[in-house]
């Protein structure tokens, strides 16, 4: 029995700049229909890592395998890169109509136009800007240009779509629009996407896998919750934030609250979602009251969980207790009250936080 | 008063009824000038590219040369391809002095920087990753290039009418080279001279008007250009 390779595999990788090296990746692979964040601060090699996936930066050393095939110079490097396609940070549309713009990957192809025709189409269509078809590129807003950019890029249709920061330059309304539209759009055709940012949520939110980077190197890769969870290191927590993060499925729904059920508890939250979807509770540390007892009169917008301390770390002010109620949980306190309620390792405790207080971060409908 | 005015009016009546002579004129210099500049599009569009993406030793040197070269003056150019066109000099064979092939020549020579200088200016205006865009997008460095001068077409367009400004309007070196032969190598500007050392007024003015509207329409269409905007 053998196993099908990675679609994109990457072996040692190292890129230099002026002598220094500026990425180096001794492991990474893709596993095709996956879309794998990468985040890290503006510097990190986010950036070098997409172009030189991309073929578009030489490599010091290293090698790239595509299912397998190991990628060669010269001639290889052009088939290759016709099986990808990158979205910049910026749209960098071309001076002609939107049409040309979609179409130019297929006319570098040579396709013919016919069939030119029907991919653009399909392409403006699933980005909801066919009424833009004979518009001039120079015409078109930000949030329409990236849309087109994207378009451009998944008319090739490419085997890996890289995105370096797509959304960074668009406003939050129009930004959230594109991602839903995007995170449509890449699982109903299965692209395995690549997806650089340096917003958490986003990556929270699109991605089956997130990479943190920092200084040329992926510090730390895996499932989104686990990253943020348990980040290895002190960069990559302070980098991922400190929230808890938790993955759930929606059971109830009653008006503008629902209950998710969270590794077997039911936690309540707000927000319009839909019964059987999955979702995402991003819960601060904040937010989250410890006391010894549970108390009798709590309101039921409040979720109560009896759990048991596994670690106190003290920062400085305030104290950061990591505790186990089922799932994991994150409670910042005082020292006052780490005092008052004697809180230690091993100890039973009662946490509470607030339905309203809840991050929640939709995922797509699982089908 | 009545000098100017008197010329001003005959003036006119020798372009309302396409005065043969001021006609022929005309039309060679849009000849000797058009192909002048078509020569040095052709030089200048491949090299200002060339310069633009290249990277080498020495490259801000060639760039400053080249940016000196757009104001390379004309009288110089025309002392240089006459004696190099002179009888017994290294290109007397081809006995080509005081002909419109040398006039073309000396006017090449005039226009290639200048063509040159906007073109590498326009391909290097363009966003620096736009080159990895197109790459990006699947295309060979053939297609890259030619995507990138489709792109900054209108610059080069600029750097066209800014090269054809630049000869039609030049006279010292067609005078030079030229010779100002009636009906063979007499072009606008050598005849406006001639005729107005003779005296001839009308005709000076004529030929003045025509060299005026020709700078007008390049710098209406050059203008136009300038206005446009870039896609993001």
């Not at chain 1, 008052?340 to 089908?367: D, M, P």
Request: glycine content about 8%; hydrophobic content about 45%; some cysteine.
């Amino acid at each position: 029995m053998s196993v099908p390779p990675p679609l994109l595999a990457v072996k040692d990788l190292q890129v230099r700049k002026g002598g220094t090296p500026v990425l180096e990746i001794p492991s990474l692979t893709v596993e095709e229909g996956t879309i794998l964040s990468l985040i890290g601060p503006n510097g990190a090699g986010k950036t070098t890592l997409l172009q030189t996936l991309a073929s578009l930066i030489k490599l010091e050393r290293g090698e790239i395998f595509l299912r397998g095939e190991k990628v060669t110079s010269n001639h290889g490097l052009l088939r290759y890169r016709r099986k990808l396609a990158m979205v910049f940070q910026e749209p960098l549309l071309f001076d002609m109509t939107v049409f040309q713009n979609v179409a130019s990957g297929l006319k570098i192809r040579g396709m013919g136009s016919g069939e030119m025709e029907k991919r653009v189409m399909e392409n403006l269509e699933r980005f909801g800007i066919p009424h833009l078809v004979k518009r001039s590129a120079h015409k078109l807003s930000g949030g329409e240009a990236q849309r087109v950019a994207l378009a451009r890029a998944l008319a090739i249709q490419p085997e890996i779509l890289l995105l370096d920061e797509p959304f960074s330059s668009l406003d939050p309304p129009t930004r959230e629009s594109l991602i839903e539209d995007l995170e449509k759009i890449l699982r109903q055709t299965g692209t395995t996407t690549i997806f650089a940012t340096h917003d958490r949520m986003e990556a929270l939110r699109l991605s089956d896998r997130v990479a943190v980077m920092n200084q040329g190197r992926i510090l730390q890769i895996g499932p989104p919750a686990e990253v943020m969870n348990q980040p290895i290191d002190e960069f990559v927590a302070s980098f991922v934030g400190v929230e808890a993060i938790l993955t759930g499925r929606v059971v109830k729904k009653d008006g503008g609250s629902f209950v998710a059920s969270i590794m077997g508890r039911e936690v309540e939250a707000v927000g319009d979602v839909e019964l059987g979807e999955s979702v995402v509770f991003c819960i601060r540390p904040e937010n989250v009251t410890l006391a010894a007892h549970s108390f009798k009169e709590s309101s039921s917008a409040r979720n109560v969980f009896q759990g048991k301390i596994l670690k106190v770390v003290p920062l400085g002010l305030y104290y950061k207790v990591q505790l186990y109620c089922g799932f994991p949980l994150v409670a910042y306190v005082t020292s006052h009250s780490l005092e008052n309620l004697a809180l230690k390792e091993g100890k039973e405790v009662v946490a509470s936080f607030k339905a309203t207080s809840i991050h929640v971060v939709r995922k797509r409908i699982k089908t | 008063m009545d000098l100017i005015l008197e010329g001003i009016l005959k003036a006119f009546y020798l372009l309302f009824t396409f005065d043969p002579e001021v006609m022929k004129i005309t039309l060679l210099s849009l000849q000797v000038s058009g192909t002048a500049t078509f020569i040095s599009l052709l030089i200048g569009i491949s090299f200002g590219t060339i310069v633009a993406l290249a990277e080498f030793p020495g490259r801000r040197l060639v760039v400053s040369l080249i940016n000196t070269g757009m104001g390379l003056p004309p009288v110089v150019v025309g002392l240089f391809v006459t004696i190099f066109l002179w009888r017994n000099g290294p290109l007397g064979f081809m006995g080509i002095l005081y002909t419109p092939a040398a006039m073309i020549i000396a006017q090449a020579i005039i226009a290639t920087p200048i063509v040159t200088g906007i073109s590498l200016a326009a391909v290097q205006a363009l966003p620096k990753n736009l080159r990895l865009q197109i790459l990006a997008l699947g295309a060979t460095r053939f297609q890259m290039v030619w995507i990138l001068i489709k792109e900054a077409r209108l610059p080069l367009l600029a750097g066209v009418m800014a090269g054809f400004g630049g000869v039609v309007s030049e006279v010292g070196a067609s005078i030079m080279v030229g010779g100002n032969i009636k009906g063979y190598s007499r072009v606008l500007t050598t005849a406006t001279v001639m005729e107005t050392s003779r005296g001839n007024f009308d005709i000076a003015i004529a030929l003045g008007i025509i060299l005026l509207l020709l700078a007008y329409l390049i710098n209406l269409i050059l203008t136009h250009i300038q206005q446009r905007e870039r896609p993001r």
